[in-house]
């Protein structure tokens, strides 16, 4: 089934630890999205990639970064200068920036000792 | 940046009734609107969305309403079930971004 796959679903981290979250899609798109989802906050986009080889920054990219070296996956890693990392990360994707909607993949859970 | 703003954090409603969850947005260039549903630790799913051109569409038990002059969007759930308690985002897309309301969280009660 095409989809949106996120992994790990949970993930533990020590202070001080980059850490690395995966998103494969394999529904063809175009653009690949993380979002961060805190409580009582609406999500906010971390970075963005509309095509391979090229990505943005969204509203809170400081402390993330990205690569999009394949049109499938879009890997987010969250790095020691991420003040509060613990938090709600999700991956999406869509056909493109201006075209339909996100598909959402199910989450990763990042939790910082 | 974008205000997507959620009258009314929680709702309760008794199985079988409608319900109404609304939606204000700020940016008056948005064409593109979605409402998701979220269910505890898992991804938002794709409810039903609706562009500017049009200030009505229906689905499957669900109907989203918008009214471009008061910017603001509505999602209507007919004959509610236990099963549609979650939380629903409203987001809108000008062409840059998607932006997204805090969430309503639905109760279904039995």
């Known amino acids: 089934d095409g989809g949106i796959t996120q992994s790990p679903k949970y993930l533990f981290r020590k202070e001080g630890q980059n850490v690395t979250l995966s998103c494969e899609q394999n529904?063809?798109?175009?653009?690949m999205y993380w979002y961060r989802q805190d409580p009582g906050q609406g999500l906010r986009l971390i970075y963005y990639?509309?095509?391979?080889?090229?990505?943005q920054k969204g509203d809170i990219a400081e402390g993330y970064s990205v690569s999009r070296e394949k049109k499938e996956s879009f890997p987010l890693t969250v790095t020691s200068a991420q003040k509060n990392p613990t938090a709600f990360y999700l991956c999406?994707?869509?056909?493109?920036?201006?075209?339909?909607?996100?598909?959402f993949g199910e989450g990763s859970r990042l939790t910082v000792l | 940046g974008e205000s997507v703003g959620l009258h009314l954090p929680t709702l309760s409603v008794q199985e079988g009734d409608n319900s109404i969850i609304n939606c204000a947005y700020s940016?008056?260039?948005?064409?593109?609107f979605i409402w998701y549903k979220q269910e505890s630790g898992k991804g938002p799913q794709f409810i039903i969305d609706?562009?500017?051109?049009?200030d009505k569409r229906q689905g499957q038990r669900v109907t989203v309403l918008l009214n471009k002059t008061v910017k603001h969007l509505s999602l209507q759930i007919a004959a509610t079930q236990p099963g549609d308690s979650a939380v629903y985002f409203c987001?809108?897309?000008?062409?840059?971004?998607?932006?997204f309301g805090t969430g309503t969280s639905l109760t279904v009660i039995p």
């Open positions: 999406a994707s869509s056909a493109g920036q201006r075209t339909g909607e996100l598909f």
């Open positions: 529904l063809n798109h175009d653009a």
């Open positions: 990639s509309q095509i391979v080889n090229d990505f």
């Open positions: 940016n008056s260039a948005s064409d593109y």
């Open positions: 609706i562009r500017s051109n049009m």
């Open positions: 987001a809108e897309n000008s062409g840059n971004q998607f932006y």
